[in-house]
């Protein structure tokens, strides 16, 4: 699983890093980055309640590596 | 059934906005497979509040881009109900539907949110718009135009979000309130007067410490007289002026209601086994101030729908909720964030941050051990990753301003990938 942002939707809310600060940060524009962005089968909880934290569904998760 | 230890096979959710929506998500991404059942009388698919007073005012976003399930309630195999929750049967688990209708459960979740409170005109008769639901937004939206005059009423975040709303479509807006400053009741008067000053120079006429004393129907606008005798008149009215628990449906249910579902820290409802309270509705257990607190914030819906969906998955292993305290608002195209507790008899320092790009933040002090409190930021989020990142330590103000100084002072690049 990987995560993937869509940067265009991103308001700069911030949710996601405060809950998955090991995949993702804000960038200086304030704007979603995703630091690393495989998914360990053990974080995949985490990673999800931070993709849930968006308010505007900015990132999602889809398969592959 | 032996409730605590084995997790239930149908969750009737009531609500279905964030905390409900959030809740239903979080179970079935935890591998929750029973039955899922969610009472919601809004049409539709759920939706995000906060764009309701910023970007789908303003008619930037359509409701489309206001979905909070990406597939849809369907995606999540969860039966939706358009209907009131009228009572609750906490002993026989089962609730009624305003249509009569009968549901039995084997876990509830309170998911109900609030409903905002409106102006009376003199003629006793509810005027003016609130901002709640989708469609409060829509008929709000429909009036803003024409060079119309938009009052709001009230110094909170909705009567701020629409003055700035309707300058920003370059109507003329004025806000009346009892206090001083704005948004003085939630982040004190230093900073309350720092975004009074902003909304001035916005050209929003501010009519701080009015109190109105009567409003009479002006076609379909209105003439408000403030104390002292100044009249305004308004082409469009808005309300911001609060919200009430939707509890009513509880009432000789048990369950126990004392402005808002009162919970345990582990978001549980007291007086019927196997019932959950979360989001704007719920008065949990603090575990930081050690009281019950009432929470009217996005992030607190959705951070308690992981820890319920977790206590309903795992009976035997639950855990708290512990609150990271944070909101926003957006105001005259500024992002003004919120993390920690801005107490109102705390410390307030109003300061700019040298760097490339100066940043306005205000940090609040509490007690001799000069803890920070909390911290706001004015159109700086990655200032406030930082700062809610930091919060969690409980720092020192000296320890989060020098944080913050060093991440203004520097403009450390991030790659993107
Ligand atoms: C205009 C607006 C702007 C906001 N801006 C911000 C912001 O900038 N930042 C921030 O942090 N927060 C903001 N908020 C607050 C945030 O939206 C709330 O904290 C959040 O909506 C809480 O979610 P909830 O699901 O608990 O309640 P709600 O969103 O209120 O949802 C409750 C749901 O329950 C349903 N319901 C009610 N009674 C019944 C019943 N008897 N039976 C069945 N269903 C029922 C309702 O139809 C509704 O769908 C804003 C809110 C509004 C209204
Ligand atoms: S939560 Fe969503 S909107 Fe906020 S920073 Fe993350 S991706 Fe952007």
Redesign the pocket.
Known sequence: MRIEAKRHLCQSYGNCVAIDPEHLDLDDEGLVVVTRDSVADGELAAVQAGIRSCPVNALVLVEGE | MPATTVPPGRILI???????ARTAQALRSEGFTGELIV????AGEAYD??P??KEYLTGAWSRAQLNLIPGGWASLDATVVRA??AALDGQGRQIRLSDGQLIGYDALVI????SPRRLVADDGEPIGHV??TASDADALRHQLRDGAHVVAVGGG??AAEAASVARGLGLPATIIDRRATLLEGSLGAVVGAHIAANHRNHGVDLRTQARITSIARDGSGAVITLEGGGLVRADVLVAGIGSEP?TA?LQGSGIRVDDGVVTDARCRAFGAAGVYAL???ARFYDVHSAKPRRV??????ADQATVVAHNLLHPQDPIGYREAPY???DQFREKIQVAGHPDPDAHVDLLTLEGPTPRRIAVYTHGDDDGCSAVVTFGWPRGMVAVRRLMPLEPTTAEMLSELEELAAGARLVAAR
Do not use: C, K, Q, Y
């Not at chain 2, 009531?14 to 409900?20: C, F, L, P």
């Not at chain 2, 998911?111 to 609030?114: F, Q, R």
């Open positions: 009531v609500g279905g906005s964030i905390a409900g009472i919601e009388p809004e509040r906060p309701l007073s009131h929750a998911a109900t949110g609030l901002i709640g975040f909705i939707n449906w989001g704007d509705v009217g914030h996005w992030t607190n819906a909101f926003w608002s």
